[in-house]
């Protein structure tokens, strides 16, 4: 299929996304100016400092593209600092970080600790089981009434969706498993087919 | 605390996938060396990625001579209170215990560091031995290796720290990757050879030699003190950028700062690099290679 999937590469770990895509075949085009947006069907917000990207969507003139095509029904996967960049309310976050209050959920930046805590563990999910890495991972601390909870570790939310809205604590770009991607492009190609 | 990887059910801190995890979330960023709390929230108002928490730039310890050490926990631990971005800080070459001290104190990333004076000069730190993630400078691939197989999560060519002169760390990224490509053209028998010159296990050559990189990310340190530096580091193929010296020695550091910020993202993109290049007043003044002799040079220690 002739799709194309963005990777937000303002800052974080675009690049080991592009290759996830790559690895199943399917075409990713880097994101940094609101003109490249325009070719992608599909868009994923990777892990990163989500105060240093959320700055940067402010200067690159990307914000509300973004937030636009969003609104029109583009699907987007964000995972961790990408999830929080997504969720509708930031816990612990700057006061000037701005987020696209694309899925409704309250997500606490850091919660789970600085990096001497980052760990990784298998989770379940209604997708398959998946091992996940945390990096100094955010936690989804409220989940709104339309969201569903895909994935969890001990009875805690670390995946979720919300229509075309998919959303990771942890990083499935790390553990060379790309089924999470898998499921996202079939996302975008049921999008791509109505 | 000191204890690498540690199991409990399911779940584990500290392994290598972990570790280099929090350098893939560096990429595409800068990395600002601050020391105190105020210039920290520059720094992450600028947009820095993470912090370098260190009592004294580059620029000032070559200035100051004397032994450069860790820097004191009350200083780090206060930085680390007045941000939300990951917080660095330096060990001392071999000075595991300084490492066992920032760890204790919950750094995210130790810089095992040619900046601060050597404590061993044979031994570099086990850094299979710890939690937390260390990133190691190279002049070039021998080095790199050297360190990623005593467990670096992070390669930074080193640069001449201080200096605000880019020079050595072109050298040093043009040693580092030049090599790497030449390794991906060696033909099996060659990477014998190319492991015996480069000093480095050959299990890490053969490897490249079939991935085409490092096994780690590569960040650029040492003499970045504009815009059109970083983005010269990151066409040169470094994914992040450490500013140092560059910053807090310039005129007007917040500018300077968010203007490299952005010339690291769009490193590639010429009108974005000369808009942010424009009115940033003057950049710290720096020295040339020849105004400082062998003994000075932080980049040869290290072994």
Same mark, same amino acid.
């Given at each position: 299929m002739n799709m194309q999937v963005g990777v937000?590469?303002?800052?974080?770990?675009f690049a080991a996304h592009s290759e996830c895509l790559t690895s199943i075949g399917v075409q990713s085009v880097e994101i940094r100016t609101p003109e490249q947006l325009g070719s992608v069907d599909a868009l994923l917000m990777p892990g990163g400092e989500s105060s240093t990207m959320s700055q940067l969507l402010e200067s690159s003139g990307l914000f509300d593209p973004i937030a636009a095509r969003i609104a029109d029904g583009m699907p987007v996967f964000g995972t961790c600092a990408g999830m929080i960049l997504l969720a509708s309310e930031i816990l612990?976050?700057?006061?000037d970080q701005r987020s696209?209050?694309?899925?409704d959920i309250s997500v606490r930046r850091n919660a789970f600790g600085r990096q001497v805590d980052s760990f990784e563990a298998n989770i379940d999910s209604s997708v398959g089981e998946f091992h996940g890495v945390f990096i100094r991972a955010p936690r989804i601390e409220r989940v709104g009434v339309g969201v569903e909870v895909l994935g969890s570790i001990n009875d805690e939310p670390v995946l979720v969706r919300q229509g075309n809205v998919l959303a990771a604590s942890?990083?499935?770009?790390?553990?060379?498993?790309a089924r999470l991607h898998e499921y996202f492009v079939s996302l975008t190609a049921k999008k791509k087919k109505v | 605390m000191t204890g690498m990887v540690s199991t409990n059910g399911s779940s584990s801190t500290g392994t290598q996938r972990v570790k280099r995890g929090l350098a893939e979330m560096l990429k595409g960023g800068v990395i600002m060396d601050v020391v105190n709390s105020d210039q920290a929230k520059i720094a992450e108002d600028a947009g820095a990625c993470a912090v370098m928490a260190l009592e004294r730039v580059p620029a000032d310890i070559r200035r100051d001579g004397g032994v450069a050490r860790m820097s004191d926990p009350e200083m780090i631990q206060a930085i680390q209170a007045s941000v939300h971005i990951p917080v660095m800080a330096k060990a001392r070459i071999g000075h595991f215990v300084e490492a066992q001290i920032l760890q204790s104190l919950g750094v995210d990333f130790i810089d095992e560091s040619e900046?601060?004076?050597?404590?061993?000069?044979?031994h570099h730190i086990d850094?299979?031995?710890?939690t937390i993630p260390f990133v190691c400078g190279a002049t070039n691939l021998g080095e790199a290796l050297r360190r990623i197989s005593e467990g670096a999560a992070l390669i930074r060519?080193? =640069?001449? %720290?201080?200096?605000?002169?880019?020079v050595e760390a072109v050298r040093h990224l043009r040693s580092i990757l030049g090599d790497i490509r030449k390794i991906t053209q060696a033909d099996s028998a060659e990477l014998f050879e190319w492991a015996k010159r480069l000093q480095a296990p050959l299990s890490l050559v053969q490897e490249i030699a079939e991935?085409?990189?490092?096994q780690v990310p590569l960040f650029c340190a040492g003499g970045i003190a504009t815009p059109a530096d970083a983005a010269l580091a990151m066409q040169l193929g470094a994914e992040s950028v450490f500013v140092g010296s560059g910053i807090f020695k310039s005129d007007d550091p917040a500018p300077r700062a968010k203007a490299i910020v952005e010339a690291t993202t769009h490193f590639r993109d010429a009108d974005v690099l000369a808009r942010v290049s424009r009115?940033? =007043?003057? %950049?710290m003044t720096g020295i040339a290679m020849?105004?400082?002799n062998d003994t000075q040079r932080f980049a040869s220690r290290g072994w």
């Open positions: 937000l590469a303002l800052q974080g770990a612990d976050g700057r006061s696209f209050s694309a899925i942890f990083h499935p770009e790390l553990s060379n498993d | 900046v601060l004076t050597p404590a061993d000069e044979t850094k299979f031995d710890f060519s080193k =640069g001449e %720290a201080g200096t605000g002169n880019i991935t085409g990189k490092l009115g940033l =007043g003057v %950049a020849d105004e400082i």
